[in-house]
């Protein structure tokens, strides 16, 4: 039973992260289906380049507000994710290094 329960967690952790728009999986090709903003997340980052250099959009004015959100909530995302992978490899590194240090050829 343990068994069946740890298993349809994986599912479940599975599905949700594969329905988060802000990683390009199932999640982000909906939202771009829903919008019908093709590359979104280039588009996006593109949206506040041209913002940043006082460059007029290409972008539609109806696409503006979804491309304003988009970009700053993928970079946060992305930040945090990496963030904490890095975290994890640091303690990670952290408890074994002692003990690979210690090992000797000699």
Do not use: C, H
Request: a neutral charge; hydrophobic letters at 50%; zero cysteines.
């Amino acid at each position: 039973q343990q068994n069946s329960y740890l298993l349809m967690s994986a599912a479940l952790v599975t599905v949700v992260l594969n329905l988060n728009p802000l990683n390009a999986f199932d999640g982000y090709y909906l939202l771009v289906a829903m919008t019908g903003i093709n590359n979104l997340r280039r588009r996006s980052l593109e949206f506040y380049f041209d913002l940043f250099r006082r460059l007029p959009s290409p972008e539609k004015n109806s696409d503006q507000a979804i491309l304003a959100i988009y970009a700053p909530l993928s970079i946060i995302y992305t930040v945090l994710v990496l963030g904490y992978m890095l975290w994890l490899v640091g303690n990670w590194i952290g408890e074994f290094l002692p003990a690979i240090s210690s090992f000797s050829y000699f």
